[in-house]
């Protein structure tokens, strides 16, 4: 911090340290500072301030110290307050001084005797408190796990929060649903973004809410007015969650209920049934609204497991459900018969047919009766029953290689184009059918590519947007067509 020609410098480990920088006094510059005080005793000053005579800093664990500096090369303990916490930031307006305190929230405190800074007010946000600022009438608190805490100040007795945003960190999978992007955002939880359902836009998104999963979250699914969360390494359960089916919306999401499941990563319902790809478990069915168990959002049941080798994603559609399954050791396309070809149940599915590929396969799209999948090597194609190919008798019919080493992950496919993301950022669009190129389900045309930030894990075609969820690069809106 700058004041007066004097640079104020914390040594994280060693105290405060006083520079001249330009004060005409001791010779020192922007170019070649001179050291003329230091206060030893401060370990872990994670921020300075000054005002006047006065210097504050934040010394973690040892809480805000107020030093005399009216003598900068003989600076003096003026005042120390210990909130029982971690001092991190603080910030100072007419004539208040703000700090964010980690578990404490934000702290106000009246600068009315500036050597003794007295307590004014305190507002307690969700999480840990990183950072503050200030404008106008709002104090602005960075909240590790819970985003950004818009506080009103006008009564700084009575601090009181009138505005959140989160901001989505890890997201896995996404789903969009009347207006509202779902992300599953890793140990973040569930978060939704308005995105015009409650008057956001694509160009300008908000995020209106977050549920908190207890561990990992990595596949999101909704429906009905419910939206189902499962967890990857360290989630133990598949959670059941209201957003919009009874007293929960998409500004409230409120826990229904639960059921064991690990590593559960894609989810889709179609009927009474919730299936859901399980990695090393393989394929998974729920009963959740009143099938043969009984099952309810309140009371989901575990029916039946059918082992496959590492389950990833899947797609559920007229009575099969379609699994793109494998590493790079054992890979497979699977179809399950689930009602449509009579031969399996809703509740019991068996293996229509399968079909094995020399590279792992990560994720699965339908659309006009051919199956869009992802995987190591790029995009392959199967008729499922839109050419001459059937759910039970599935053939590959196209595909597209990388050319250098990727991962194809999410994948969508709608009106003759195709999208795929990737694990090196990559984002690609095909020409399959549209006519803008010369592209056909058996020879998908590559048109156009986009690098994003993060490992991309899932993507999502809405109107005319694309909703990617970037491991570390958060959510990314791509405009894909006028």
């Given at each position: 911090?700058?004041?007066?020609?004097?640079?104020?410098?914390?040594?994280?480990?060693?105290?405060?340290?006083?520079?001249?920088?330009?004060?005409?006094?001791?010779?020192?510059?922007?170019?070649?500072?001179?050291?003329?005080?230091?206060?030893?005793?401060?370990?872990?000053?994670?921020?300075?301030?000054?005002?006047?005579?006065?210097?504050?800093?934040?010394?973690?664990?040892?809480?805000?110290?107020?030093?005399?500096?009216?003598?900068?090369?003989?600076?003096?303990?003026?005042?120390?307050?210990?909130?029982?916490?971690?001092?991190?930031?603080?910030?100072?307006?007419?004539?208040?001084?703000?700090?964010?305190?980690?578990?404490?929230?934000?702290?106000?405190?009246?600068?009315?005797?500036?050597?003794?800074?007295?307590?004014?007010?305190?507002?307690?946000?969700?999480?840990?408190?990183?950072?503050?600022?200030?404008?106008?009438?709002?104090?602005?608190?960075?909240?590790?796990?819970?985003?950004?805490?818009?506080?009103?100040?006008?009564?700084?007795?009575?601090?009181?929060?009138?505005?959140?945003?989160?901001?989505?960190?890890?997201?896995?999978?996404?789903?969009?649903?009347?207006?509202?992007?779902?992300?599953?955002?890793?140990?973040?939880?569930?978060?939704?973004?308005?995105?015009?359902?409650?008057?956001?836009?694509?160009?300008?998104?908000?995020?209106?809410?977050?549920?908190?999963?207890?561990?990992?979250?990595?596949?999101?699914?909704?429906?009905?007015?419910?939206?189902?969360?499962?967890?990857?390494?360290?989630?133990?359960?598949?959670?059941?969650?209201?957003?919009?089916?009874?007293?929960?919306?998409?500004?409230?999401?409120?826990?229904?209920?639960?059921?064991?499941?690990?590593?559960?990563?894609?989810?889709?319902?179609?009927?009474?049934?919730?299936?859901?790809?399980?990695?090393?478990?393989?394929?998974?069915?729920?009963?959740?609204?009143?099938?043969?168990?009984?099952?309810?959002?309140?009371?989901?049941?575990?029916?039946?497991?059918?082992?496959?080798?590492?389950?990833?994603?899947?797609?559920?559609?007229?009575?099969?459900?379609?699994?793109?399954?494998g590493n790079n050791f054992q890979a497979r396309f699977y179809v399950?018969?689930?009602?449509?070809?009579?031969?399996?149940?809703?509740?019991?599915?068996?293996?229509?047919?399968?079909?094995?590929?020399?590279?792992?396969?990560?994720?699965?799209?339908?659309?006009?009766?051919?199956?869009?999948?992802?995987?190591?090597?790029?995009?392959?194609?199967?008729?499922?029953?839109?050419?001459?190919?059937?759910?039970?008798?599935?053939?590959?019919?196209?595909?597209?290689?990388?050319?250098?080493?990727?991962?194809?992950?999410?994948?969508?496919?709608?009106?003759?184009?195709?999208?795929?993301?990737?694990?090196?950022?990559?984002?690609?669009?095909?020409?399959?059918?549209?006519?803008?190129?010369?592209?056909?389900?058996?020879?998908?045309?590559?048109?156009?590519?986009?690098?994003?930030?993060?490992?991309?894990?899932?993507?999502?075609?809405?109107?005319?947007?694309?909703?990617?969820?970037?491991?570390?690069?958060?959510?990314?809106?791509?405009?894909?067509?006028?």
């Amino acid at each position: 911090y700058e004041q007066d020609g004097l640079a104020f410098v914390g040594d994280y480990e060693n105290g405060l340290r006083i520079f001249d920088v330009g004060d005409g006094t001791w010779g020192g510059s922007h170019s070649n500072p001179v050291e003329i005080s230091f206060v030893s005793g401060y370990s872990h000053i994670e921020d300075i301030i000054a005002l006047g005579s006065y210097a504050y800093f934040a010394a973690g664990s040892q809480g805000i110290i107020t030093l005399d500096i009216s003598e900068p090369w003989l600076p003096k303990l003026a005042n120390s307050f210990v909130p029982g916490t971690w001092a991190y930031d603080l910030w100072i307006d007419n004539g208040y001084l703000y700090a964010a305190v980690d578990t404490g929230g934000l702290i106000i405190f009246s600068l009315s005797n500036p050597a003794a800074p007295s307590w004014a007010g305190n507002y307690d946000t969700p999480g840990n408190s990183l950072g503050v600022c200030k404008s106008g009438d709002y104090a602005y608190i960075a909240d590790y796990h819970y985003g950004l805490r818009k506080i009103a100040v006008t009564n700084p007795s009575q601090p009181s929060e009138v505005g959140k945003y989160f901001t989505p960190v890890n997201p896995y999978d996404l789903q969009v649903e009347g207006g509202y992007v779902y992300l599953a955002d890793s140990s973040m939880g569930l978060e939704v973004v308005d995105i015009g359902g409650g008057g956001a836009s694509p160009e300008e998104p908000l995020t209106v809410a977050r549920w908190d999963y207890p561990n990992d979250s990595r596949g999101v699914f909704v429906k009905d007015g419910y939206a189902y969360v499962g967890g990857g390494w360290f989630g133990n359960y598949m959670y059941v969650v209201d957003v919009g089916a009874g007293s929960g919306s998409p500004t409230n999401p409120i826990f229904t209920g639960q059921c064991n499941s690990i590593h559960t990563y894609g989810l889709q319902k179609m009927g009474e049934y919730l299936y859901a790809a399980c990695y090393d478990e393989g394929l998974k069915v729920f009963d959740v609204d009143g099938g043969v168990l009984g099952g309810s959002p309140s009371n989901p049941k575990h029916v039946k497991t059918v082992p496959t080798n590492t389950a990833w994603e899947l797609w559920a559609e007229d009575g099969y459900v379609y699994v793109a399954d494998g590493n790079n050791f054992q890979a497979r396309f699977y179809v399950f018969d689930v009602g449509g070809g009579g031969v399996g149940t809703p509740s019991s599915p068996v293996i229509a047919d399968s079909h094995i590929t020399p590279d792992h396969l990560y994720d699965v799209n339908l659309f006009d009766g051919y199956a869009f999948v992802s995987g190591g090597d790029g995009l392959r194609v199967f008729d499922v029953g839109g050419g001459t190919g059937a759910p039970n008798d599935i053939i590959e019919v196209g595909s597209w290689k990388f050319s250098g080493v990727e991962l194809g992950r999410g994948i969508f496919a709608r009106d003759g184009y195709a999208f795929m993301v990737c694990s090196n950022g990559m984002m690609y669009a095909f020409d399959v059918g549209s006519g803008i190129a010369e592209g056909s389900v058996d020879n998908p045309q590559m048109i156009d590519s986009l690098s994003l930030p993060g490992d991309l894990f899932a993507v999502v075609v809405d109107g005319q947007y694309a909703y990617i969820a970037s491991h570390i690069g958060g959510m990314r809106i791509v405009k894909v067509w006028e």
